[in-house]
């Protein structure tokens, strides 16, 4: 069961509701509560549409020939980059991965699935 309709969904486009909401948020037309409930709303629709994301680019990337290309890729990025770092962020087939190295030296990609991590420069 979905909560949003499909017009729904399109306008749910923060580039034009965030400016609306910040300023209903900083008006004094709305009490704390309400303000917290704006806050607490747009931060459930952002997770929301995380999480579908999320879903649809897991079966996305289920599909055997989705697989098959992103294995080429993958095997093509690791021979033209023999010797590259570990550490460096790859985006290949619209995948972030980072190189790493196995436990027999070999260089593999390992790829970075939701959440992801918080880098250190990130604020608190």
Known sequence: MTLLTP???????????GPILETLINSDRIS???RRAIELCARASVDLLSLQHE?????FYS????QRIESELIASWLDANQGA?????????????VS?????????????DLP???FPDDPD
């Open 63 to 66: 599909r055997p020939n989705i």
């Open 85 to 97: 770092p570990a550490g460096r962020s790859v985006l290949t087939h619209g995948r972030w991965y």
């Open 7 to 17: 017009e729904d969904r399109n306008d749910l486009d923060f580039n034009k509701l």
């Open 32 to 34: 704390e509560e309400e």
């Open 116 to 118: 992801w991590p918080e």
């Open 55 to 59: 879903q649809t680019m897991q079966e």
């Open 100 to 112: 790493s190295y196995a436990a027999d030296g070999k260089l593999q990609l390992i790829p970075i």
